[in-house]
Each structure stands twice: as structure tokens, then as C-alpha cells.
């Protein structure tokens, strides 16, 4: 069904409009190859520093050991994390919420069939949750501390795992989980200090990109709304937005009042925390502009919890399951694209 659903995405942009052109102009793709062009060659003359450099580290390995180019490698990461982490959703899940989580969200097809950060990030996170249910403690601290380095909010998985094991007074356990991830961020830093003389350059030159403006947190559905009011968008948009804010209200709501949902918190404690604080952040992002218009894309990683939640309430239904496998990736690249220029180009071909 993944499948069907990700050659129907490709499908409908090639229909369209060069499939490579756009995933050239998609979201921070310039970016990530221009960083993992850069690492492979070890010249970071001109290179602007923004985004984590988890993704283009994976990137420039790829690329150097298989000799394809830093977009191709760009694609079969993003590609296939995608279905690594459906792989994983099903094991941690079930199949029902692995089904949904593979084909609901447009950003999701987005970020894995045109490239970004989200799938590896994902399916490093997912593997975490499984280390952490076989209780092999190191690999899920490693996988962690890898996911924390393609998006930062990976950082709350480590924090869940550390806080278990002194829990449970595990304190040999405690300190090689803080080792792996401290060389794991020793490792990353490295570069940043030895080329710009700051082991913090991506973060300073976050702070630096949105100054003077207000704290990356701050209180919960303020700048969701704000951004809602100051900034017009297309009521398609703003239909698509808030309708996943609902929707993930609705699976907090859930997660609270369930009992199904209460059980599994306490069975699967680091996962449960890791949900709770994501949500939290999500909805406490503090910049406007992205608070509101990046909300589905932020609430990748926390929809089967969400499912989760709604377990009682989700139509058990295969045949629904094939219609958003068909319908989601058509709407998704139609948006990628541009839904005006899909418009504009049938309105052509029909006169």
C-alpha cells in the first residue's frame, strides 16, 4: 500500500511538472546538499550554516561510498526511512496504526519522496523505542543521540532513557548512555569548532536568523494563533492546518481520558514522555510564521501516538486505508507542486 501510494505521489508531479526540478527547489534540499557537498570535500568556504547536520553527514557517506550524486543519496535516505519506519511503526504499534501513519499526512510523503529530514529522523527515533522494548540500552541511547543530531527535539528520547535507568538504579547503564551520546556529540560539534570557532554555530546561527524576536518557546497556542491572524495564507491551507491541530487535540484529549492509552504510558514509559514533551513543544513553538503553517510537518513523528490515543475511534476499515493511499499522495504533490499550477495545466490541456 506504501508503495502504491509513493509511485502514485511520483507519478502525479512527473504528470506535471521535471520530478528532479522540483526536488531541487523543495524545502531545504539546496541546503542539505550544499553541507553534504562540503563534508565530502572538507570546504566550507561560503557555506551557510542552518540547519543540523545529521541528514547531510548520512548524505556525504552515502554519496562518497557509492559514487551517485548528493541529491540521489539525498532521495534514498529520505526514501528509505520512509519505509523503515512503517516497518517499525507496525512493530511497535500494530498494523492498523502503521497503516494510517504511512499514508495520512501530505508532509510526510513530501519530506520522503522530495527529500528531507524528517524520515531519518524517524526512523532513528522508532529504532530507539524498539532498542528501548528489547532493553538494549546502549543501542537505543546511540540511536538517540543520532536522531538528536538530524532534528534536536530527538534529545527528549535521551532524556527519557537516562531518567529510566537511574530510576531503576541502573547506574553503570547511566553512564554509558551519557558516554555514547557525549561522543556522539563530540563528534558533531567538532567540525563547527575547528572550521568557525563555535561548537554551537547552528544554533547561534538559528538565534541569529530569527533576531530580535521572542524565545523558541513560549506559551502553548499563542503563536499558532497569531500566525493565523497576522499572516494570510490560502484557505486550502489553513482548512489543512487546523485541521491537523484538531485532529492532534483530539488525540491529546484521548490520550488522557483512555484507559488503553493510561496502560501504555505506564508500560512504555520513555515513549509516553518522549509524546508528551514533543506535543508540548509543538504547540509552544514560539515563531509564528512556522507555528501554525509548518503544523503538520512538525506532527510527523508524534501521529501513531495520536492514533494511539484514538484507537477506539479509528474506522478499522482496509478500504479506507486504499482510498487516502490514493487520495493523499495525489493531494500532496499537487501541493508540493503547486495546486494553482495543476489548475492552470489541466485548464491548458482541456481547451
Given at each position: 500500500m506504501a ?11 512527473s504528470?506535471?511538472?521535471?520530478y528532479?526540478q522540483v526536488?531541487n527547489d523543495?524545502g531545504?534540499n539546496?541546503?542539505y546538499i550544499a553541507v ?8 566550507f568556504r ?5 540547519q543540523f547536520?545529521g541528514?547531510p553527514?548520512?548524505?556525504?557517506a552515502?554519496?562518497?561510498i ?6 540521489t543519496?539525498?532521495?534514498a ?7 523503515i519506519s512503517?516497518?517499525?511503526a507496525y512493530?511497535?504499534w500494530g ?6 501513519f ?5 508532509d510526510w510523503?513530501?519530506r520522503?519522496l ?11 527515533l ?10 538494549k540500552w546502549c543501542l537505543?541511547a ?17 532524556v527519557?532513557?537516562t531518567?529510566?535507568l537511574?530510576?531503576?538504579?541502573q547506574y553503570?547503564q547511566?553512564?554509558l ?6 561522543l556522539?556529540?563530540i563528534?558533531?560539534i567538532?567540525?563547527?569548532w575547528?572550521?568557525f570557532g563555535?561548537?554551537l554555530?547552528t544554533?547561534?546561527?538559528y538565534?541569529?536568523?530569527h533576531?530580535?524576536g521572542?524565545f523558541?518557546?513560549?506559551i502553548p497556542?499563542?503563536?499558532i494563533v ?8 490560502p ?5 489543512l492546518?487546523?485541521?491537523?491541530i ?10 488522557s481520558?483512555t484507559?488503553h ?6 508500560s512504555?514509559m520513555i515513549?509516553?514522555g518522549?509524546?508528551?514533551l514533543?506535543?508540548l513543544?509543538i504547540?509552544?513553538?514560539n515563531l ?6 509548518s503544523?503538520?510537518?512538525?506532527a510527523?513523528?508524534?501521529?501513531p501516538f495520536i492514533f ?5 475511534w479509528?474506522p478499522?476499515s482496509h478500504?479506507?486505508?486504499?482510498t ?5 499522495p495525489?493531494?500532496a504533490?499537487s501541493?508540493?507542486i ?8 489541466i485548464?491548458r490541456?482541456?481547451?
Open positions: 508503495t502504491a501510494a509513493c509511485l502514485i505521489f511520483i507519478s502525479t508531479i504528470i506535471f511538472k521535471n528532479f526536488v523543495f531545504d539546496s541546503a553534504a557537498s562540503a563534508l565530502r570535500h572538507w570546504d561560503g557555506l551557510t550554516i542552518k547536520w541528514l553527514y548520512l548524505m556525504a552515502v554519496s562518497s557509492s559514487r551517485v550524486s548528493d541529491r543519496a539525498l532521495l535516505i529520505s526514501a528509505g526511512s520512509y519505509f512503517i516497518v517499525l512493530r511497535l498494523g492498523w496504526i502503521a497503516g494510517f504511512a499514508v495520512i499526512n501530505f510523503f513530501q520522503a522530495l527529500g528531507g529530514s524528517e524520515p531519518l529522523f524517524v526512523a532513528l522508532f529504532s530507539s523505542f524498539l532498542m528501548v522494548r528489547k532493553s537505543a546511540l540511536l538517540a543521540a543520532l536522531s538528536t543530531v538530524v532534528r534536536p527535539l530527538g534529545f527528549f528520547t535521551f527519557g532513557i531518567i529510566s537511574t530510576a531503576q538504579r553503570r547511566v553512564v548512555v551519557i558516554l555514547i551520546a557525549s556522539v556529540g563528534g558533531y567538532w567540525p563547527f575547528q572550521q563555535d561548537p554555530a544554533i547561534h546561527s538565534q541569529q536568523l533576531q530580535p521572542p523558541l518557546f513560549g497556542f499563542y503563536a497569531k500566525g493565523t491572524l497576522i499572516h494570510s495564507a484557505w486550502t491551507n489553513l482548512v492546518t487546523w485541521g491537523w484538531g485532529l492532534v487535540l483530539c488525540g491529546v484529549i484521548a490520550m481520558l484507559t492509552y493510561r496502560e501504555f504510558s505506564k512504555h515513549e509516553a518522549f509524546a508528551a514533543y506535543l513543544a504547540f509552544s513553538y509564528p510564521y512556522w507555528a501554525r503553517g503544523f503538520p510537518r512538525f510527523i513523528p508524534i501521529v494511539l490515543g484514538l484507537l477506539n479509528v478499522k478500504y479506507l486505508l486504499w487516502l493511499s490514493i487520495v493523499s495525489t493531494l504533490a501541493s508540493a503547486g495546486v494553482k499550477n495543476v489548475v492552470q495545466v485548464h490541456l482541456l481547451l
